[in-house]
């Protein structure tokens, strides 16, 4: 065991006018499985990156271990097999250095050729091609896939390879970045198996079921610190809750007690002045004997605002970490029939690959339909039909006439230039789309940035509250939950459930699919 140690880390960015963090200290234990939560824009990543030594920052942070982080950039136009060999340690590199001190074949030359053979078998180098194999078949990697340039591998095939090779490197804790955006429910359903089956790592996720299958530690960056607790992701949310409401009713508690004693003192030093007042034209004993009653209630008067004082020091300490999570409004609308959509034997080819084929669908109102199936199985083809994109294809598609549609694309890359732009091209109401993203914990100040400068979770909470502000007959979303954080996933699952539109979604967080679907298809 070894610890990863933080003390005092401050660190915050030029642009920013408040710290991400301020005097922070923790320690981690290199053997747990740390899952890694907050809000969207708290300094996940960002920490992430410290820990990379990519920032400078004040404070400390100190390891025994080596960190590697997932994503990363690799050279695409190589094989998977030398790519995947590349990143555990550079076998080309040595092979090509210790060629070369054999064909010089000089006493300093062999000398280098025997410390490089050294670091070539101490990385397993004679064998890492079975262990490569090995390691990417635990992932469902056929191992044909080695033989492929790398950069024809699909998003899903790429996530699993590149996990394969950074476990398979010596002695390094690994950093990992939501590895499930590019994965499909059987995708994340083998990783999460896969990372089950390992240990020393932290995993960023928004992904409730894909944490709790994985990791044994919580890391949570909340309002006002940074915490850590043993256990999943539920046990921590049972635990958060546990606490807020506790805090919440403390608070209620406190804010009736500092308004009885204000009234008390005031009554108090009210009565204490009365008193004192009382000694004018009293006899000379009188006086004092009122002069020491005033001078007792004044004595109580002063306790009382001590105690006062201590019960607002007390309320101060609470609800600091409460997120705020506003119920957010959708308003749909209802359609004259109640049948939306029909579709019967849809086949959909490119070339000669049949990507769908003789798929039958009825959505009727209220339904809240899951499309589901492996990466590349049509789904997002579907619902491209639906909305209008020229698409060839087989079979019949009837949606009823006007028929409207509140669409949010899984591709975010098209967003750029103002938001006042985009609320006017995209005809947009301003002052509920702006309560939207504020409710969904938006930044204001994002809100001056260009679409192109915000984070990939902020361009989804752009598109989100697109859709949210338009009343439709249908809401058609391809993973709209991709890189969303946790409390905003939650805050559309209550929507959804309060409003019940009517949806067709592609989604592969599974809870969501749970708490959501009443209809699911399975391509």
């Known amino acids: 065991m070894s610890l990863i140690s933080v003390n005092n880390l401050t660190f915050g960015y030029e642009t920013s006018y408040k710290n991400i963090f301020e005097n922070t200290s923790f320690d981690i234990d290199t053997n747990w499985k740390l899952g890694f939560i907050g809000r969207n824009g708290r300094g996940k990543t960002t920490f992430l990156n410290l820990l990379m030594g990519e920032y400078n920052y004040k404070g400390t942070i100190t390891s025994s271990v080596k960190f590697d982080y997932f994503p990363f950039k690799t050279n695409e136009g190589k094989s998977t097999l030398e790519t995947v060999k590349n990143i555990i340690a550079p076998f080309t590199l040595?092979?090509?250095?210790?060629?070369?001190?054999?064909?010089l074949n000089t006493k300093k030359s062999m000398e280098k050729y025997g410390e490089l053979l050294n670091l070539y078998m101490e990385n397993d180098g004679y064998i890492i091609n079975e262990l490569i194999e090995k390691e990417i078949r635990k992932l469902d990697v056929a191992p044909d896939v080695l033989n492929r340039l790398f950069n024809?591998?699909?998003?899903?095939?790429?996530?699993?390879?590149?996990?394969?090779?950074l476990f398979l490197k010596k002695n390094n804790f690994l950093l990992i970045d939501e590895p499930t955006n590019h994965l499909d429910l059987e995708g994340r359903s083998?990783?999460?198996?896969?990372?089950?089956?390992?240990?020393?790592?932290?995993?960023?996720?928004?992904?409730?079921?894909?944490?709790?299958?994985?990791?044994?530690?919580?890391l949570s960056i909340n309002k006002n610190s940074i915490e850590i607790e043993k256990g999943n992701f539920s046990s921590w949310q049972e635990n958060k809750n546990r606490q807020d409401n506790y805090e919440l009713t403390q608070n209620q508690?406190?804010?009736?007690?500092?308004?009885?004693?204000?009234?008390?003192f005031r009554r108090t030093a009210g009565w204490s002045n009365l008193v004192e007042k009382s000694k004018i034209g009293s006899h000379v004993y009188d006086r004092g004997a009122i002069g020491h009653k005033a001078a007792k209630m004044m004595k109580r008067a002063k306790a009382i605002e001590n105690r006062k004082e201590k019960s607002i020091d007390e309320k101060k300490k609470l609800l600091k970490n409460i997120e705020k999570c506003d119920s957010l409004k959708i308003i749909p609308m209802d359609y004259y029939k109640n049948t939306l959509i029909s579709i019967d034997g849809l086949s959909v080819s490119y070339g000669e690959r049949e990507i769908l084929s003789n798929i039958s669908l009825t959505v009727i109102q209220g339904d809240r339909v899951a499309l589901r199936g492996k990466n590349g199985s049509g789904k997002s083809t579907i619902l491209k039909i639906l909305i209008g994109e020229n698409i060839d294809y087989k079979g019949t598609v009837n949606l009823g006439n006007n028929l409207k549609i509140s669409y949010v694309p899984q591709d975010t890359s098209f967003l750029n230039g103002s938001f006042k732009n985009f609320i006017l091209n995209e005809n947009i109401n301003e002052p509920i789309f702006r309560t939207l993203l504020s409710k969904l914990d938006m930044n204001p100040r994002s809100l001056t940035k260009n679409l192109d400068e915000l984070s990939q979770g902020q361009k989804k909470k752009v598109l989100l509250a697109n859709s949210l502000s338009q009343s439709a007959n249908i809401y058609i979303w391809d993973e709209p939950l991709n890189y969303i954080d946790v409390y905003s996933r939650i805050q559309i699952e209550q929507l959804i459930r309060k409003f019940e539109p009517t949806m067709i979604f592609v989604e592969h967080d599974f809870s969501f699919n749970e708490n959501i679907a009443t209809k699911i298809v399975q391509l």
Do not use: P
């Open 152 to 165: 024809t591998l699909s998003n899903g095939e790429r996530t699993k390879v590149l996990l394969a090779s």
């Open 190 to 218: 083998c990783v999460e198996k896969y990372l089950n089956s390992k240990k020393g790592f932290i995993l960023v996720s928004h992904d409730r079921h894909f944490l709790d299958g994985i990791v044994d530690h919580i």
């Open 253 to 264: 508690r406190l804010k009736k007690e500092i308004t009885q004693l204000e009234n008390s």
């Open 94 to 103: 040595w092979e090509d250095e210790m060629n070369k001190c054999i064909k």
